[in-house]
């Protein structure tokens, strides 16, 4: 069975995308916002996206593919692939597409009015992310979660945020210490008014600035490439299972640390910091099994 469901871009255009019927039916989310940070309305649909079921395929229907026109610019010197990239990542993160759907080169790049070529790179970016898989003879879809591929993400970045923390410790400066500080206050302000997108986008810079403070681009790069797994869980797990006033608390103590120039004050507090989506992952998992694969357990623990 056909069916066609178009929207109407910022732009004016007409998007529609081909994807499956399930059988109970997609839960398709149009509402949840970007990136862009200290935006209410987007944080509060987010949990309803988070939500959302899906069901085995049984036949094909069209349905609107989420706008992400905003999240782009022509106009930019950032490329224009390193734009696409970016946008289809946060809405795969933040559930705008949500496991099971189908994208297609054409559609995205007509969304967007540039050639294939940037999409085609886009998409193998995010199947090396583990976020897109290739179906052979059916096409591309966004993947399930992976609880391992999580708690292996958490593992090797454990291992490199830990040692930029206690490099931070002794290096950084009062300059630098006062940008987390006022990345601190801004985190508290998003949890008062609980708008978890505004929080995520500062939590990413906290983490980001404290890399840099050790002028390692290098680290914050590979951290980048290998958290996408646990990215999708924090956008899961905020604000019911990880709350944020908690998350706060765990981020001021690693600031302490760095302004007392405590080497390994830092570095545990980074370490009890990250395995907090090890005690997240499994209520996660539990309420939203349609959007994780079956668990493989390591032959050896990777969070202790």
């Not at 990239?85 to 597409?97: E, K, P, S, T």
């Amino acid at each position: 069975m056909q069916a066609c469901v178009q929207r109407t871009s910022s732009h004016g255009a007409q998007v529609s995308i081909q994807v499956s019927i399930m059988q109970e039916g997609i839960v398709p989310n149009d509402s949840v916002s970007g990136s862009t940070a200290g935006s209410t309305a987007g944080s509060t649909a987010a949990p309803t996206a988070r939500r959302a079921r899906l069901r085995r395929p049984l036949a094909s229907q069209k349905i609107a593919l989420p706008d992400l026109t905003s999240l782009i610019s022509h106009d930019s010197h950032e490329p224009i692939g390193k734009q696409i990239f970016r946008a289809l990542r946060q809405a795969i993160f933040a559930g705008q597409l949500v496991p099971g759907t189908p994208l297609s080169e054409k559609e995205v790049s007509d969304m967007f009015q540039v050639s294939r070529q940037p999409v085609r790179e886009t998409f193998i970016k995010l199947v090396e992310a583990g976020v897109l898989q290739v179906l052979p003879q059916r096409g591309t879809f966004v993947k399930k979660i992976s609880p391992r591929q999580v708690r292996e993400g958490r593992f090797i970045r454990e291992a490199i945020e830990t040692a930029v923390a206690r490099k931070a410790a002794v290096a950084i400066t009062d300059s630098q210490l006062d940008d987390l500080a006022a990345n601190l206050r801004e985190q508290k302000s998003a949890s008062k008014v609980n708008d978890t997108g505004a929080f995520l986008t500062l939590d990413e810079q906290f983490h980001m600035m404290i890399a840099q403070s050790i002028d390692c681009v290098a680290a914050w790069d590979t951290i980048q490439d290998i958290k996408a797994q646990m990215d999708r869980v924090r956008y899961l797990s905020l604000p019911d299972v990880s709350p944020l006033d908690l998350l706060i608390k765990q981020h001021a103590r690693i600031v302490s640390a760095l302004k007392a120039h405590d080497p390994d004050g830092a570095e545990d507090a980074m370490r009890a910091h990250l395995r907090e989506i090890l005690v997240s992952l499994h209520p996660i998992a539990e309420r939203n099994p349609d959007w994780f694969e079956p668990d493989e357990p390591e032959r050896v623990a990777l969070g202790s």
